[in-house]
C-alpha cells in the first residue's frame, strides 16, 4: 500500500492549473507539503502575487487533498514563485523550442486556423464567432479565439471574460470563457479609447498575441478579423500562411460586391476560403410562417460566384436566423449556443460548429510550409 506522502502527491496531481490547464505538480507550483499525522499543509506558489485564481486553486487543492484517506485536515498556504522559476515555467510550457516562433505556423502544427471575415460591419461576425467558439468548446475541443476586430472588441464580453490576461514573464495567459482562451486587442487599450492602428504597430501587436500568448495545444483557433480589406489581413497572412477563411455575409449585402472583396483578400493572400456562412438570414414569425426581410440567396451567390471566381468548392455552410438571443447572449456573455441551443439560430450555429469538428484536425487537405513561399 503507497505512503500517506504519495497518496497526497497522487491527489495533487489531478489538480489543474485553471489558466494553464496542467496539473500544479508538472508547472512546479507544488512546493511543500507538511504532515503532522492526518494535518496536511500544502505550499503553493502562485505563478504571480495576486493571482486572481488563488481562491479556485487553494479550494481545488483542499477538495483532493481532503479525499486522501488518512487526512484529517488540510491547510494551504499560498506562496509566489521566484523570477528563476517562472523561467523555468515559461522554458517548459514553450517545450524548449524556438523562442519567437508563431507556434500555429510550424511545420507539424495540428490546429486548424480559422479568420472569420466579412466585407462590411454590423453583418454579426462576432456574434459568429462567439457562438462557434462555444460550440466547439461544447463537444470537447480545445478553442481560442484572438479578436482582432480592431475596430470594435465585442467577444471578450460576448464570451462572459472579465478579466484581464495574466503575463508571467514574457507569456501572457490568456483568460478563459466557457472553456474557449480569448485574447482581444481591446484587452491592451485603454477603455473606448479609439485606437489608431498604424500597420508596423499593428502587425508587433499580432505577432505578440501568436507569440507570446500560451494557447496550449489548440484544436482550432478563431480569429475576428476587422471587417474589409487592410492591415489585419496582409499581416495575419504573412503570419499564418496556412489559415483559412470563413466569410459572413447578410442577403441584403451585395452579393456580387463581397464576393469580389473576399475573393480578392483571397487571391493575394493565398489563404483558402472553405466556407460561407449567411447571417440575420430568415426570420419565424408568431404564425410559423418564414419571412426574409432582407430578400433572399444572397449566401448562395457569394458562395457561387466565390467557387467560379477560386476554381474550388466554396459551400455555404448555413443560413442563421435572426433572434434576439443572439444580442441578448452577446450581451449576457452566455452564447446563444449554451442558453437556447434548440432553437433555429442555435441549431445552425450548432451545424456549424459540427462541420468545423468534423474536419480532420491533422494535415489533410491543407497548404503545407513548402508551398507557401
Ligand atoms: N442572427 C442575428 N439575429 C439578431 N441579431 C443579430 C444576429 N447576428 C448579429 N446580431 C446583432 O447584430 C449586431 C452586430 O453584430 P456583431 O457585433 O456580431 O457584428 P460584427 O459583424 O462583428 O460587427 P463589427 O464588425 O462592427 O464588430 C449585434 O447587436 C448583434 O447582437
Redesign the pocket.
Known amino acids: 500500500m503507497s505512503s500517506l506522502r504519495e497518496r497526497i502527491n497522487a491527489a495533487l496531481e489531478t489538480v489543474h492549473d485553471p489558466e494553464i490547464g496542467r496539473p500544479i505538480t508538472e508547472l512546479g507550483m507544488v512546493r511543500d507539503v507538511a504532515l503532522d499525522g492526518g494535518a496536511v499543509t500544502v505550499t503553493v506558489a502562485l505563478t504571480v502575487s495576486g493571482c486572481p485564481l488563488r481562491e479556485k486553486i487553494t479550494g481545488d487543492v483542499t477538495a483532493a487533498v481532503e479525499q486522501v484517506e488518512g487526512v484529517s485536515s488540510v491547510a494551504v498556504e499560498l506562496d509566489v514563485m521566484t523570477d528563476e522559476q517562472r523561467t523555468d515555467l515559461r522554458k517548459r510550457l514553450k517545450g524548449g523550442g524556438e523562442e519567437r516562433a508563431v507556434p500555429f505556423a510550424a511545420r507539424g502544427s495540428l490546429t486548424r486556423v480559422y479568420c472569420i471575415a466579412?466585407a462590411k460591419?454590423?453583418?454579426?461576425?462576432?456574434?459568429?464567432t462567439a457562438n462557434l467558439a462555444a460550440a466547439l468548446a461544447l463537444r470537447g475541443l480545445a478553442v481560442g479565439v484572438l479578436d482582432a476586430?480592431i475596430?470594435?472588441h465585442?467577444i471578450p464580453r460576448a464570451l462572459g471574460v472579465r478579466t484581464m490576461p495574466m503575463q508571467v514573464e514574457q507569456m501572457i495567459m490568456p483568460p478563459i470563457g466557457h472553456g474557449v482562451k480569448v485574447i482581444s486587442m481591446g484587452m491592451f487599450t485603454e477603455e473606448n479609447a479609439a485606437v489608431l492602428w498604424r500597420g508596423p504597430m499593428l502587425h508587433r501587436a499580432l505577432e505578440q498575441f501568436l507569440v507570446d500568448v500560451y494557447w496550449g495545444d489548440l484544436d482550432v483557433l478563431l480569429i475576428?478579423m476587422?471587417?474589409g480589406t487592410g492591415d489585419v489581413q496582409i499581416t495575419l497572412a504573412q503570419l499564418l500562411p496556412a489559415a483559412e477563411t470563413l466569410v459572413?455575409t447578410t442577403p441584403h449585402l451585395a452579393a456580387a460586391e463581397v464576393a469580389e472583396r473576399a475573393g480578392t483578400v483571397a487571391l493575394q493572400t493565398k489563404q483558402r476560403i472553405v466556407g460561407v456562412i449567411e447571417?440575420?438570414a430568415w426570420a419565424e414569425l408568431p404564425t410559423g410562417d418564414v419571412w426574409e426581410p432582407f430578400g433572399s440567396g444572397g449566401g448562395t451567390q457569394v458562395a457561387e460566384t466565390l467557387t467560379a471566381t477560386l476554381g474550388y468548392e466554396v459551400p455555404l455552410l448555413g443560413r442563421?436566423?435572426?433572434?434576439?438571443g443572439?444580442?441578448a447572449g452577446?450581451d449576457e456573455g452566455v452564447p446563444l449556443v449554451l442558453n437556447r441551443g434548440s432553437s433555429s439560430?442555435a441549431s445552425v450555429l450548432l451545424s456549424v460548429g459540427a462541420w468545423i469538428a468534423d474536419r480532420p484536425r491533422g494535415l489533410a487537405g491543407r497548404r503545407l510550409a513548402l508551398d507557401m513561399a
Open positions: 466579412s460591419g454590423g453583418v454579426g461576425k462576432s456574434s459568429v476586430d475596430y470594435g465585442s475576428d476587422p471587417p459572413v447571417n440575420m442563421i436566423p435572426i433572434d434576439p443572439i444580442g452577446g439560430a
